[in-house]
């Protein structure tokens, strides 16, 4: 968010405090959001109001003191903490003069910044054009909407009928590839999970400190930054624990409160990365004043990704900032701090406490008289064929320890 001469760009934060949700500290966030994208914040300003205006998102009053703001402070862009409307933004930009862009548009453009991979900036892309095509608005379009029509089927509404037409066409392109990289990420997690390798994901809240604990355990050299979303891509290492047991260990993309569907839905192969871990390493900073919502935000995102069956180990870090020998009241939780390095241990041990129990994948020839063991892979572990020849019963499975005991005797070995 620079201007030609990388100059910051000057920005004036705007917000309806309608109830909805925390204007205040949502304000916070959209300062350190602002600043993360590069931009210098000169004010904020709220104003409660029982509902945004459908036209010019804040009172018309508040909108000629924007006006003057903007003027006095040499405002370059002003950013509404709210998703606008088309109308909204133009009706903003007439009265001051004045870029006007929303929260949405915010967020992406800090992961425009931050992509690097083929596939991050793949997403970003998508998120992008699925956002900005129902925004493609023209005169023409508003005054139809309106119920006018005649008139309005110009040449300003066929260009832009040109324009959608080449957005749709790119973004059935752009999610062509994106399938591909998909069942590409797919096929690789299915031999993971044939070869036994066990996946925990660290997950949680922009800033939390998810890159600091993975450096900490696995030197990974991820980039660590007092910055929101200094992480886009998903990075994995091999962690060995104390026991012996050796864990794939996954950073990635972090979250935030009211995260745009659009990103959800175009970050879906990096969420599901995460999402389909055996264990989740839900960190959250418990310096932070807001630390249960953070939880709360990412317990949800984690939810509507469908791994609520998944373990989860909610990790309290940074404690190292904060004088609090109670954690809060939640089970499976631990106090570290990813920088000293301090509980890191216990950490470990929760995460041995919560390792997946081993399958191993067996293919066996049964005799007729020992039938009972294929009733027991069926119940107790994980039937995957099973055909009766001459010679007995040849059946493929997984068997925990237990039962991989009890079958191995009958091995075939092909
Ligand atoms: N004091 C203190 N600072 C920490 C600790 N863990 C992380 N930090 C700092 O918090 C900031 C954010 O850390 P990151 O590891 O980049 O956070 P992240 O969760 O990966 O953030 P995103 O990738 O942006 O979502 C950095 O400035 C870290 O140095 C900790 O235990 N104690
Ligand atoms: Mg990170």
Known sequence: MYDNEQKPQRALLISVDYGAFDAESSMDELIALSESAGAEVVGTMIQKLEKPLSATYVGTGRLEELAEICKNQEVDLIIADDELSPIQIKNIEDSTNVRVIDRTMLILDIFALRANSKEGKLQVETAQLRYMLPRLTGKGVEMSRQGGGIGTRGPGESKLETDRRHIRRKLDSLEEKLDEIEKHRELLRQKRKKDGVITAAIVGYTNAGKS???????????????????????????????????????????????????????????????????????????????????????????????????????????????????????????????????????????????????????????????????????????LISEEYTADGIVAEG??????????????LWT
């Not at 920088?339 to 390792?355: H, P, Y």
């Not at 925990?400 to 091995?411: I, N, R």
């Open 212 to 382: 600091t604990l993975m450096n900490y355990l696995t030197n990974a050299g991820v980039l660590e930054k007092d910055q929101l979303f200094a992480t886009l891509d998903p990075t994995s290492r091999a962690l060995k624990l104390p026991g012996g047991v050796t864990v794939m260990l996954i950073d990635t993309v972090g979250f935030v409160r009211r995260l745009p569907h659009h990103l959800v839905k175009a970050f879906r192969s990096t969420l599901e990365e995460a999402a389909s871990a055996d264990i989740i390493i839900n960190v959250c900073d418990v310096s932070s004043e807001e630390a249960l919502l953070h939880l709360e935000v990412t317990k949800n995102l984690l939810t509507e990704l469908g791994c609520s069956d998944t373990p989860i180990i909610t990790v309290f870090n940074k404690s190292d900032l904060v004088d609090l020998d109670i954690v809060p009241n939640i089970s499976n939780g631990v106090r570290i701090s990813a920088k000293t390095g301090a509980g890191v241990d216990s950490l470990l041990i929760a995460i041995e406490d919560n390792l997946p129990v081993r399958m191993t994948r067996v293919k066996l020839l049964v005799p007729f008289d020992k039938a009972g063991l294929i009733a027991e892979i069926r119940k107790n572990g994980n």
């Open 398 to 411: 997984l068997c925990d320890s237990a039962l991989y005991a009890k079958v191995k005797e009958f091995q």
